[in-house]
């Protein structure tokens, strides 16, 4: 199994919206620019993680993208599910459904056991992980915050 960069960057994108932005609004172009990813990709990106529920959007001056929930109520599995769907490391576990029709063993499958077991635990893992924790080791490792200009005001 392999992560598509989907969900890759989806996970990259959330994470510079948390700890660059937290609550306010970010723009398609600063995440752009900082996460090394192309705007246009991003945007389509963002349309999935819109209807996974993980984030919203603001139109206008002080518009832009904003997470749905706080830091430390969004999870990474969470974010892959909404970029690439259900996750397991083989398809004949998702859903707990057993073996596809054209598996030859159907459901007789002695391996198939340790595939949803592999697959429980990399869930569960993922799902134990949350934005914040990711902000936590970004301040952790002395990453800078870079300040969104368009809420700074100087007297």
Same mark, same amino acid.
């Given at each position: 199994?392999? =992560?598509?960069?989907?969900?890759?960057?989806? =996970? +990259?994108?959330?994470?510079?919206?948390?700890? !660059?932005?937290?609550?306010?609004?970010?723009? #398609?172009?600063?995440?752009? +620019?900082? /996460?090394?990813?192309?705007?246009?990709? =991003? &945007?389509?990106?963002?349309?999935?993680?819109? +209807?996974?529920? =993980?984030?919203?959007? $603001?139109?206008?001056? /002080? %518009? %832009?993208?904003?997470?749905? $929930?706080?830091? !430390? &109520?969004?999870?990474? !599995?969470?974010?892959?599910?909404?970029?690439?769907?259900?996750?397991?490391?083989?398809?004949?576990?998702?859903?707990?459904?057993?073996?596809?029709?054209?598996?030859?063993?159907?459901? *007789?499958?002695?391996? /198939?056991? #340790?595939?949803?077991? %592999?697959?429980? $635990?990399?869930?569960?893992?993922?799902?134990?992980?949350?934005?914040?924790?990711?902000?936590?080791?970004?301040?952790?490792?002395?990453?800078?915050? *870079?300040?969104?200009?368009?809420?700074?005001?100087?007297?």
């Amino acid at each position: 199994m392999r =992560l598509s960069t989907k969900s890759r960057y989806g =996970l +990259r994108a959330l994470f510079d919206m948390a700890y !660059h932005a937290g609550t306010l609004p970010a723009q #398609i172009k600063d995440i752009s +620019r900082r /996460q090394n990813i192309s705007p246009r990709y =991003l &945007e389509q990106i963002f349309q999935d993680l819109k +209807r996974g529920g =993980l984030l919203k959007s $603001r139109r206008g001056p /002080q %518009g %832009g993208y904003f997470l749905s $929930r706080k830091p !430390h &109520e969004i999870n990474v !599995h969470q974010v892959v599910t909404a970029a690439e769907g259900e996750m397991a490391l083989v398809d004949c576990v998702k859903s707990g459904k057993g073996c596809k029709k054209e598996c030859e063993l159907n459901n *007789e499958c002695v391996t /198939q056991k #340790i595939w949803m077991e %592999g697959s429980k $635990r990399l869930n569960d893992y993922l799902s134990s992980v949350t934005l914040k924790d990711l902000c936590d080791d970004a301040k952790a490792m002395g990453m800078e915050k *870079e300040l969104d200009h368009r809420f700074m005001y100087f007297i």
